[in-house]
């Protein structure tokens, strides 16, 4: 069984930083961000491909967050920047290994291992 674990969410002023961080137990191919607003659907944020680094990110996301690995990929981090109202949310790490042509997609179905998530507040 997979284990994952997020960690470093919290509350932040709008233009303010986070950074979210996964550790997974086991090397995963895929390695995915996604986020829940209250009464909305989850969405896709940021899924990286361990395997060559490929990156995928969300339109409202992109230019301000950034999906990197550390520590042989068992760590996978969210760099938010300019962060805005709009991203507050749950945020959930995903792990799994289904690809598409050789790449991890957004698919939710394709996540297999989910952890607990974080919250994100974006508020003055």
């Known amino acids: 069984q997979v284990q994952v674990a997020e960690s470093g969410g919290g509350s932040v002023q709008p233009g303010g930083s986070l950074r979210l961080s996964c550790t997974v137990s086991i090397y995963r191919y895929c390695i995915g961000w996604f986020r829940q607003a209250p009464g909305k659907e989850r969405e896709a944020v940021a899924v990286?491909?361990?395997?060559?680094?490929?990156?995928y990110y969300g339109d409202s996301v992109k230019g301000r967050f950034t999906i990197a690995q550390e520590n042989a990929k068992r760590t996978t981090t969210l760099e938010m920047n300019s962060l805005k109202s709009e991203d507050t949310a749950k945020y959930y790490c995903?792990?799994?290994?289904?690809?598409?042509?050789?790449?991890?997609?957004?698919?939710?179905?394709?996540?297999?291992?989910w952890g607990q998530g974080t919250q994100v507040t974006v508020s003055s």
């Open positions: 990286i491909t361990s395997a060559d680094g490929h990156t």
């Open positions: 995903a792990a799994g290994g289904r690809t598409f042509g050789g790449r991890c997609r957004t698919v939710e179905e394709d996540f297999n291992f």
